[in-house]
C-alpha cells in the first residue's frame, strides 16, 4: 500500500519507460518530473542528487525502508526496489525463479539496451557516417534478438511463463527496433512476445507517458534520417 505518490525523473526514452510501464501494472500511485535530455536538464545540480550519473529514470519513494525517503537511479535497481517492495513481478520465496529473472534483467541491462543505444546513434545521430560501426552494432542487435527469440521458444515469457520485470525491460527496448533496424518479423516468437506484452492495458498507459507538448521522435541528424528511415522500413 502506497500512501504518497512515488516521484519519477523521466524521459520518454526505453529506460525511462521501464519505470511507468512497473508503476502502472503495480497502479501505484506516482508523479512525473520530466528531464529534458535534449535540454541537457540532467546535468542540473538539483537532478545530481537524485542521480549522481546524470541520467534518467531515476526516483524517490517518499515512503522507503523505514518510512524514510530513498532515492534510487539506474532502471534495473529501480525494477528490482519496485518489486521486492510490492511483491509483485519478482519472485519473491522461489530462488531458481528469482534467478531467472535477475539473470534475464542483467542480460537487458547489461547487452540489449547499451549495444542497441549504440545502433540508435550510429543509425540515426552520429554526426557522420561510420559503416563499421554499423555493421557492428547491427550484427550484436541480429545476434541479440535470435537469443531472445530462441528463449521465447522455451515459455511464454522472457524469464517463465510468468509476466515479469525481465520482460517490462526488455519490451521497452524491443519498442525501440526500428531504430536498430530489426525486422520483428524475422524473429517470430519474439514477434508474438511484443504483441502480447504490448496489449497490457499498463504497458500501453506506462509507453504512452510524454512531456505535454512533446514529440516522440528521434535525436536525429537529418543528413542521416532519409537513409535510416528508407532502412528501416525496408
Ligand atoms: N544504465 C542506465 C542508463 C540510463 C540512460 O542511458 N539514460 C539515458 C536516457 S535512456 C540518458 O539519461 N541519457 C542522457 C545522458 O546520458 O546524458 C539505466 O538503465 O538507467
Sequence with gaps: MQSLPINV????????????????????????TYVDIDKREQWTPAFERVSPNHQVPAIIDPEGPGGEPIAVFESGAILLYLGRKFGRFYPQDDERARTAVETWLMWQMGSFGPFLGQAHHFNLGAAEDVPYAIERY?????????????QLGRQACVASDAFTIADIAIYCWAARHERHRIRLAD????????????????????MAVIKPGHEDRAVVNPARATAASRAASA
Excluded: C, H, Q
Design 9 to 32: 525523473y523521466y524521459w520518454s526514452t526505453p529506460n525511462g519507460r521501464k519505470v511507468t510501464v512497473m508503476l502502472e501494472e503495480l497502479a501505484v500511485p506516482y508523479t512525473v
Design 138 to 150: 547491427g550484427a550484436i542487435a541480429r545476434r541479440l534478438y535470435a537469443v531472445l527469440d530462441a
Design 187 to 206: 524473429y517470430p516468437r519474439v514477434a508474438d512476445w511484443f504483441e502480447r506484452i504490448g496489449k497490457r492495458p499498463a504497458v500501453v498507459r506506462g
